[in-house]
C-alpha cells in the first residue's frame, strides 16, 4: 500500500470515528484489510475496531495517543462543522479543527514522520489571499486547517493530502438537509409532525455525494493521494432543493407541502468542482443519487 512493504496489516487512525462518516469509515476500512483504531471523545460501539477515548484539543494527549497507536496512516475525520455553532463559539471550533490537527501532525512528526495523512477539509474553505470572501469562522477554522496540513508538509516533508469533500448525504445521523428532510417524513409518517417541509430556498443547488463514495475517496487518498495536493470529492452534478424534495416526495406516501422562506425565485451562484485529479487516481461515484435518499430516509424508518 502506498509504496510501503508490510508483513502485517497497516494500522489506520480514524479520527471523528462515531460522527457520521466515521462510522461508514471504520467499517469500510476493516472489510478493505487495515487494522483500524477508532478514535472519539466518546464511547461508540463498534467490536471490529479497537477504539480509543481522546479529546484531540488537548496536546497532551494527542501525543499520548499517537505514541500508543504509531499509525502508519491517518485519517482526519474530528471536528466542529456546525456553521451556526461556529458563530456561537469561534475559540471552539478554531480549537477543534485547526489546533488538533497541529497536535495531530506534531506527534506524528516526532513519533512517526512516514505515516501518511489525509486530512478531511471542507467545501467551505475561503481564499486565504481575499479575506472579503470569508463568511463565517467556521470557514476561517476549515481554511486554517487546510493550512497547517500543507505547511507541516512542507516545513517537514511529510506525506499529507487534503481532500476537500462536497455535501455528504446516506443513511446515518448528520446535521445534512437531506438527513434532516429524511427524519421529518419519517416523523409525517408515523403522525408525529406537522405534514409541511419548511426551507429557505428552493433553487438553492448544492453538489451531493454519498458518504460511502467519500469513504472511497479517502481510501483511494490514502494509498494513491499526491502529498500537498488538494482533491475536490464530489458527484460532478449540483441539485437543487426542489430535486431533493421531490426525490423524497417519490419514496413516501405521505403528502406534505412545502413552505419557503420567500416568494421570490432566487437562484443561488455555486462553485463549480473539478473531479479531475480525483478521476486521475481512478476514483469516480457510484453510488445513485436516488439510493442515496431512500438509504437515507430508510435509515431513520429503521432507527426513530
Not at 484539543?57 to 497507536?69: Q, R
Not at 486554517?144 to 505547511?151: D, G, N, P
Not at 434532516?180 to 409525517?188: E, L, N, P, R
Request: glycine share 6%; charged share 20%.
Amino acid at each position: 500500500m502506498d509504496g510501503k512493504v508490510m508483513s502485517r496489516m497497516p494500522k489506520l487512525l480514524i479520527t471523528g470515528a462515531s460522527g457520521f462518516t466515521g462510522q461508514h469509515a471504520c467499517n469500510h476500512f476493516v472489510n478493505a484489510g487495515f487494522a483500524v483504531t477508532a478514535v472519539s471523545r466518546k464511547g461508540f460501539g463498534n467490536g471490529q475496531v479497537q477504539t480509543e477515548l481522546c479529546d484531540l484539543t488537548n496536546k497532551e494527549n494527542v501525543g499520548k495517543l499517537i505514541k500508543k497507536v504509531k499509525p502508519d496512516y491517518l485519517l482526519h475525520l474530528a471536528g466542529q462543522n456546525h456553521v451556526g455553532t461556529s458563530w456561537i463559539d469561534p475559540v471552539s471550533s478554531l480549537e477543534a479543527n485547526a489546533m488538533s490537527t497541529l497536535y495531530l501532525l506534531e506527534a506524528l512528526r516526532q513519533e512517526n514522520p512516514d505515516c501518511k495523512v489525509v486530512i478531511v477539509g471542507s467545501a467551505l474553505q475561503f481564499d486565504p489571499q481575499n479575506i472579503s470572501t470569508l463568511t463565517h469562522p467556521y470557514s476561517l477554522s476549515k481554511t486554517l486547517q487546510v493550512l497547517i496540513a500543507q505547511s507541516w508538509g512542507v516545513l517537514y516533508n511529510m506525506n499529507i493530502v487534503i481532500a476537500k469533500p462536497s455535501n455528504l448525504i446516506g443513511p446515518g445521523i448528520s446535521n445534512g438537509v437531506c438527513s434532516i428532510f429524511a427524519k421529518k417524513i419519517v416523523d409525517m409518517e408515523e403522525n408525529n409532525a406537522e405534514k409541511v417541509l419548511e426551507v429557505n430556498n428552493l433553487q438553492a443547488k448544492r453538489d451531493f455525494v454519498d458518504v460511502r463514495d467519500a469513504v472511497r475517496a479517502y481510501e483511494t487518498l490514502l494509498t494513491k493521494g499526491k502529498s500537498g495536493e488538494i482533491y475536490e470529492i464530489a458527484s460532478g452534478e449540483n441539485r437543487s432543493l426542489a430535486e431533493i424534495i421531490n426525490q423524497f416526495n417519490s419514496f413516501t406516501k405521505v403528502e406534505f407541502k412545502v413552505k419557503t422562506q420567500t416568494n421570490k425565485t432566487i437562484e443561488e451562484e455555486h462553485t463549480d468542482i473539478d473531479l479531475f485529479k480525483m478521476n486521475n487516481v481512478g476514483w469516480q461515484p457510484i453510488m445513485p443519487f436516488k439510493t442515496s435518499i431512500l438509504d437515507t430516509l430508510n435509515f431513520y424508518r429503521n432507527n426513530m
